[in-house]
T-cell receptor
Framework: EPEVTQTPSHQVTQMGQEVILRCVPI?????FYWYRQILGQKVEFLVS????????KSEIFDDQFSVERPDGSNFTLKIRSTKLEDSAMYFC?????????????FGEGSRLTVL | QKEVEQDPGPLSVPEGAIVSLNCTYS??????FMWYRQYSRKGPELLMY????GNKEDGRFTAQVDKSSKYISLFIRDSQPSDSATYLC???????????FGSGTRLSIRP
């Protein structure tokens, strides 16, 4: 069964460092998303991406965040200068078409720990 | 008032019991309602997806939406230990991008 894959599964970084989280969405999917979940808290929307541009972003997704689809398979989330409060599980998701959640497939997540 | 409210639990029931999980919401613009299951340290997995009010059944799972009361439910029949997980309600409006999640209910099924 096709799946969304994310790397790394866990990354530990020092505050102020840049981090890139990588995702390989399901191959025929066109819409891509990043969500995050701080430990013990709810899953929060960060950004959606379609046709090589951001469709929507939340207030969490400030100037230190960026997303990119550098090639035909990867979708990345970059955090330019990490803060302690960026420590969370980051989930990538993809869908074949514009959806309101019904066909959204999530990866297993990348755990980011900022020290 | 929070946009989506969900009792965090934990909820512990014996195997075979019927489980009822619920969420309330405040935004009347929500039209799409989902239930996700999340095992520990894994990504959310879509269980049920409904549009507007009504019931939807899929195997042992039934989702109910009552838009007039802004209340959604997930029922699990003949619960199994493998159903032990955190269940997240989620919903969205006309925007196809932004899904609002509840905080999740941790469910444990005792053998």
């Amino acid at each position: 069964e096709p799946e969304v894959t994310q790397t790394p599964s866990h990354q530990v970084t020092q505050m102020g460092q840049e981090v890139i989280l990588r995702c390989v969405p399901i191959s025929n999917h066109l819409y891509f998303y990043w969500y995050r979940q701080i430990l013990g808290q709810k899953v929060e929307f960060l950004v959606s991406f379609y046709n090589n541009e951001i469709s929507e972003k939340s207030e969490i997704f400030d100037d230190q965040f960026s997303v990119e689809r550098p090639d035909g398979s990867n979708f990345t989330l970059k955090i330019r200068s990490t803060k302690l409060e960026d420590s969370a599980m980051y989930f990538c998701a993809s869908s074949e078409r514009r959806t309101s959640g019904g066909e959204l497939f999530f990866g297993e997540g990348s755990r980011l720990t900022v020290l | 008032q929070k946009e989506v409210e969900q009792d965090p639990g934990p909820l512990s029931v014996p195997e075979g019991a019927i489980v009822s999980l619920n969420c309330t919401y405040s935004n009347s613009a929500f039209q799409y309602f989902m239930w996700y299951r999340q095992y520990s340290r894994k990504g959310p997995e879509l269980l049920m997806y409904t549009y507007s009010s009504g019931n939807k059944e899929d195997g042992r799972f039934t989702a109910q939406v009552d838009k007039s009361s802004k209340y959604i439910s997930l029922f699990i029949r003949d619960s199994q230990p493998s159903d032990s997980a955190t269940y997240l309600c989620a919903m969205s409006g006309s925007s196809a991008s932004k899904i609002i999640f509840g905080s999740g209910t941790r469910l444990s099924i005792r053998p």
